[in-house]
């Protein structure tokens, strides 16, 4: 049986042209924040997005994406490091796999 979690906070992260791009990478992480994995939004099809968001707020803290024009990107794991760095884990150009290193 699972835990209950309390909702802290919700946000809009926009919309999505194919559930593919959703996001499929959730990550709570010590820092107190959480981040959110997904492909690109409606407006821009071609891109690897990871952002953080602290709870209360709609607007993240810290953006990184990787943008390669007709190339479909999505991230679908993310972990993170003992520095506070950020790994990535996903579909790459092409549906390759990629990953991204993210400094912390």
Same mark, same amino acid.
């Given at each position: 049986?699972?835990?209950?979690?309390?909702?802290? =906070? !919700?946000?809009? *992260?926009?919309? &999505? /042209?194919?559930?593919?791009?959703?996001?499929?990478?959730?990550?709570?992480?010590?820092?107190?924040?959480?981040?959110?994995?997904?492909?690109?939004?409606?407006?821009?099809?071609?891109?690897?997005?990871?952002?953080?968001?602290?709870?209360? =707020? !709609?607007?993240? *803290?810290?953006? &990184? /994406?990787?943008?390669?024009?007709?190339?479909?990107?999505?991230?679908?794991?993310?972990?993170?490091?003992?520095?506070?760095?950020?790994?990535?884990?996903?579909?790459?150009?092409?549906?390759?796999?990629?990953?991204?290193?993210?400094?912390?």
């Amino acid at each position: 049986m699972g835990q209950k979690c309390d909702e802290l =906070s !919700s946000t809009s *992260l926009g919309l &999505f /042209s194919e559930p593919l791009l959703a996001p499929h990478a959730l990550r709570s992480i010590p820092a107190g924040y959480a981040l959110v994995g997904n492909g690109a939004n409606a407006d821009d099809d071609d891109a690897f997005v990871v952002r953080a968001f602290a709870p209360g =707020s !709609s607007e993240p *803290l810290w953006t &990184f /994406s990787r943008i390669d024009d007709f190339q479909t990107h999505v991230p679908m794991a993310l972990e993170v490091g003992e520095f506070g760095e950020v790994y990535a884990g996903g579909l790459g150009a092409s549906l390759y796999p990629a990953v991204a290193y993210i400094a912390g």
